[in-house]
């Protein structure tokens, strides 16, 4: 069956930079749009970036110019780069497979926790 392993998250200081992975297994990006969402303690899980099948990304407003989000097909495998991480960054992220377009639900991965601190 399709799924989704997300890897990367850890513990980093203010200003840190941390680089996550999400390889998916049992079908293919490059026709999909996927997504970053996070969710932290307390608070509703959001959207943090996607990139369509086009390659088009989009971002939050509270991480423009900080995140990157980026697709090797050949590895079947969606990156987000995180720099100059905050406090605030600290959440479960998410990778998410949005197959809506094909009639099919949505996947989501088992999450990796980064946590911002001193």
């Known amino acids: 069956q399709a799924h989704l392993v997300e890897s990367g998250g850890g513990f980093v200081q203010p200003g840190g930079s941390l680089r996550l992975s999400c390889t998916a297994s049992?079908?293919?990006?490059?026709?999909?749009?996927i997504a970053w969402y996070r969710q932290a303690p307390g608070k509703q899980r959001e959207l943090v970036a996607n990139?369509?099948?086009?390659?088009?990304?989009n971002y939050a407003d509270s991480v423009k110019g900080r995140f990157t989000i980026s697709r090797d097909t050949a590895k079947n495998t969606v990156y987000l780069q995180m720099n100059s991480l905050e406090p605030e960054d600290t959440a479960v992220y998410y990778c998410?497979?949005?197959?809506?377009?094909?009639?099919?639900?949505?996947?989501w991965g088992q999450g990796t926790q980064v946590t911002v601190s001193s």
């Open positions: 049992g079908l293919f990006f490059t026709i999909y749009k």
């Open positions: 998410n497979v949005d197959r809506s377009k094909y009639g099919y639900y949505p996947i």
């Open positions: 990139i369509s099948d086009s390659g088009t990304t």
